[in-house]
């Protein structure tokens, strides 16, 4: 029994730091990333109230990417599922998929689908 109680507490996560890269579709100007942040402010639950992030979430934005900063547990499944939802609302979704970057577990990247595959299959 005295090993469980030297483990200590379990559960809460101390700081997460998750990346969202919106590079193509912004230089595009298919997305708005100033809309997109805005977005992640009102509709981020903290506590199970959406838009009160007080000092736990912190977000910014630089030309590309946005940065949410959590001190609680935040899951980066919710971040993918905002983002397919401002993607949905702003009707780009048929064309931008949101993926997990193959270099660092903590970013996103939002690209294009590859339509080019597609097309060549057509024309045969």
Same mark, same amino acid.
């Given at each position: 029994m005295s090993r469980a109680s030297a483990a200590g507490p379990k559960g809460? *996560?101390? +700081? %997460?730091? &998750? #990346?969202i890269d919106c590079a193509k579709p912004v230089?595009?100007?298919i997305m708005d990333i100033a809309s997109f942040e805005k977005f992640l402010q009102?509709?981020?639950k903290v506590? +199970? *109230? /959406?838009? /009160?992030?007080?000092d736990v979430v912190t977000i910014t934005r630089d030309k590309t990417k946005i940065t %949410? #900063? @959590?001190d609680s547990s935040l899951s980066k499944r919710y971040l993918k599922y905002l983002t397919k939802k401002y993607l949905k609302k702003h009707n780009v979704r048929d064309w931008l998929r949101v993926i997990a @970057?193959?270099?660092d577990r903590s970013v996103?990247? %939002?690209?294009? &689908?590859n339509i080019d595959e597609n097309e060549g299959e057509e024309e045969d």
């Open positions: 809460k *996560k101390k +700081g %997460v730091n &998750f #990346t230089e595009d100007k009102e509709k981020i506590d +199970g *109230k /959406a838009g /009160a992030l007080g %949410v #900063t @959590s @970057s193959n270099k996103y990247e %939002v690209r294009y &689908f």
